[in-house]
């Protein structure tokens, strides 16, 4: 990949966050996402502390968060998916572009998350 191709797949590739209050919800939301080709993978991590505004009140919570890397094209598709799976009334959906990686990487994010 040359310099000009890297700068374009870099565009292209994001990390999404999600969270979640248990363990085994945030694997299946994991594993779900990468099953339907919607994410390359998913790194989980927690527990982590939440500390929140919710409906006037601030809460705090455990909760596990959700890394998802795919692609600028399959975006819309990943959170539409999330929001349908996900349990919470507004799961927190981030997504953030990764401004440089390894063009093997990111050509093999391109590739598993290839309609």
């Known amino acids: 990949m040359d310099d000009e191709s890297t700068a374009a797949a870099v565009l292209t590739v994001l990390t999404v ?5 248990a363990e085994h919800k945030a694997r299946d939301l994991a594993r779900g996402a990468v099953g339907a080709r919607l994410a390359a993978c998913a790194q989980i991590t927690g527990p982590v502390t939440s500390v929140y505004r919710w409906e ?3 809460e ?7 890394l998802l890397k795919t692609t600028a094209a399959r975006y ?13 009334d507004t799961p927190e959906i981030i997504a953030t572009p990764v401004a440089r990686g390894s063009a093997a990487y990111l050509e093999w994010v391109e590739r598993e998350t290839a309609e």
């Open 56 to 58: 006037g009140d601030i």
């Open 76 to 88: 819309a598709a990943l959170e539409a998916w999330l929001t349908d799976a996900h349990d919470y």
């Open 17 to 21: 966050l999600t969270t979640t209050d």
């Open 60 to 66: 705090t919570a455990q909760e596990w968060q959700v």
